[in-house]
């Protein structure tokens, strides 16, 4: 029996700390996060599972403790995905469902090992209506959300894939270029159908790119880990795409300018 409690007292301090290192519940004081922590259940996840799939109702809101996570919208005609949202240690998932209560059309997958602390919507969502530093730090953290889409959305509509792929390592960059247990960088070591994924391209195009980086020495692989050897240049490649999109679209409204006809 007293095992049994340690146990369970050792599960929830875990669930505290876990819930500390997340910018969601961070501004919550250490008695609301002993309190809140205790509605937590741990979870564990294999590798390539999908844990909420877009038919869910979102019955639970969980936060990641270990491993990665992708929220993913797919396309049934084509089998093509778009990576939404590229989670690790500290994320939570789905905080639309919390905010709106509607399901929406996007799947969760891990990419490694997961485990998660879950709590049902219902119950956090009548602590959100009485928890002003929650509230506060939710729609803080939507905003995150929708800021990363933003950017999605315009490199996908503005950029190609070298520069939208350049873009991706540069928001991934480690400048100590640690380890991969021991580092923040959620894409170190996915394979060329993830990165696709990522940049709204397909993985023949992606291995493309990655090989020109890699012939111009501004990336190197080892053991199916991605490290930016030339961070200067990269900034430069992505810049120097951006003008060439740039240039590219002027000429093209110049033409259809003077023909009056599409180009």
Same mark, same amino acid.
Request: net charge positive.
């Given at each position: ?12 301090? =875990? ?5 500390? !290192?997340? !910018? ?8 609301? $996060?002993?309190?809140? @922590? ?7 996840? *294999?590798? =390539? ?19 990665? %996570?992708?929220?993913?919208?797919? =396309? ?15 994320? @939570?998932?789905?905080?639309? %469902?919390?905010?709106?209560?509607? &399901?929406? *059309? =996007? ?10 602390? /879950? ?13 002003? *530093?929650?509230? %506060? ?14 950017? $999605? ?16 390592? $540069? ?8 380890? &991969? !247990? ?8 996915? /394979? ?8 709204? !391209?397909?993985?023949? %195009?992606? /291995? ?25 240049? $990269? ?26 006809? *599409?180009?």
């Amino acid at each position: 029996m007293a095992g049994a409690s340690r146990e369970i007292q050792h599960m929830r301090m =875990n669930a505290i700390e876990v819930l500390e !290192s997340s !910018s969601l519940f961070a501004g919550l004081d250490q008695s609301a $996060l002993k309190e809140l @922590a205790g509605a937590f259940t741990s979870e564990t996840w *294999p590798k =390539n599972v999908e844990i909420a799939a877009a038919t869910a109702t979102g019955m639970y809101f969980r936060v990641i403790a270990s491993g990665r %996570v992708k929220i993913v919208r797919s =396309n049934s005609h084509n089998g093509r995905e778009l990576t939404l949202w590229l989670l690790g240690p500290g994320d @939570a998932f789905d905080i639309l %469902v919390l905010l709106d209560d509607r &399901a929406h *059309p =996007n799947c969760a997958r891990t990419l490694d090992e997961v485990e998660t602390l /879950s709590i049902p919507i219902t119950v956090l969502r009548e602590w959100l209506e009485r928890s002003a *530093p929650l509230q %506060v730090a939710a729609h803080r953290y939507v905003a995150r959300q929708l800021a990363a889409l933003t950017d $999605l959305a315009t490199d996908l509509a503005l950029t190609d894939t070298m520069t939208r792929l350049a873009h991706l390592l $540069l928001r991934h960059f480690d400048p100590d270029q640690r380890t &991969a !247990s021991q580092s923040r960088n959620l894409i170190r070591d996915l /394979s060329q159908e993830e990165l696709a994924s990522l940049v709204g !391209s397909v993985r023949v %195009v992606v /291995s493309r790119s990655l090989a020109a980086l890699k012939r111009q020495g501004v990336i190197d692989t080892h053991h199916g880990a991605l490290r930016v050897l030339d961070l200067k240049r $990269l900034l430069h490649l992505a810049e120097a795409h951006i003008a060439r999109a740039e240039r590219s679209r002027v000429r093209d409204r110049s033409r259809r300018d003077i023909t009056g006809q *599409p180009v």
